[in-house]
């Protein structure tokens, strides 16, 4: 393992305690002037999940959109594709 993802596993792992959610990406600035001068590399920003919130404007989670889905093809509405394979495959099912 390279030494930023030993970093950046150290991190998801103890990182954690400090902000309100689990660590989902890191961005890093390695190897400019400023890091150089310091000796080290500088986290630029954390992005976190709070394990519950799910950031849609319609959905509150996957499986909210899925029944949505099924409710919604179940009461005939559905794509085009869709009801074009159907009548493929009833046309199929005739021959």
Known sequence: M???ASRVSTLEGGGERYVNG???A?????GD?????AGHDF???VSTWDGERYRDPYFCNGEHAKRFAYAAANSG???PAYFE???DQK????K
């Open 33 to 37: 002037y400023a890091t150089k001068k």
């Open 2 to 4: 390279d030494d930023q």
């Open 22 to 24: 689990q660590i989902v």
């Open 26 to 30: 890191v961005k890093w600035v390695c």
């Open 43 to 45: 986290i630029t920003q």
């Open 85 to 87: 394979a159907l009548r």
């Open 91 to 94: 046309a199929r099912a005739a």
């Open 77 to 79: 509405h559905a794509m």
